[in-house]
């Protein structure tokens, strides 16, 4: 990684605490983080251990429609959240809706996300 570049968490967003409680202040630091003018990634990680119980597609998609008008699919990592997801979820639930909420989008863009953002961003 060279000191122009950065990589943060997609999350801790307030997903437990509803889309309209903490939303705004969460959009608003992605959107500032998102601006700033070195080349930033971002971790498509973390939403479902911050969601609450049960969670599905619809609970993570605001967040992560925020996170892709912030963000070019060049800029995004999935990340599994690994094994602290095991406290509220499991990898192939998440694995699966996050290929769902990014199944609009060009092959190749799903396949940087899934894998060659994250090539490129650690030197591999």
């Given at each position: 990684m060279s000191e122009a570049q950065d990589c943060r968490h997609g999350s801790k967003s307030p997903i437990r605490d509803g889309i309209?409680?903490?939303?705004?202040?969460?959009?608003?630091?992605?959107?500032?983080?998102?601006?700033?003018?070195?080349?930033?990634?971002?971790?498509?990680?973390?939403?479902?251990?911050?969601?609450?119980?049960?969670?599905?597609?619809?609970t993570l998609k605001p967040y992560v429609a925020h996170l892709f008008e912030q963000f070019a699919p060049e800029q995004l990592i999935w990340g599994s959240d690994w094994p602290v997801?095991?406290?509220?979820?499991?990898y192939t639930v998440w694995y699966n809706i996050a290929r769902r909420l990014i199944s609009h989008l060009e092959k190749t863009q799903q396949e940087a996300i899934f894998g060659g953002t994250a090539r490129s961003f650690y030197c591999l």
């Open positions: 309209e409680s903490g939303w705004q202040s969460w959009a608003d630091g992605i959107a500032q983080f998102a601006a700033l003018p070195q080349k930033l990634f971002c971790k498509l990680s973390g939403l479902a251990t911050e969601a609450n119980a049960n969670w599905n597609d619809d997801l095991n406290l509220n979820g499991s």
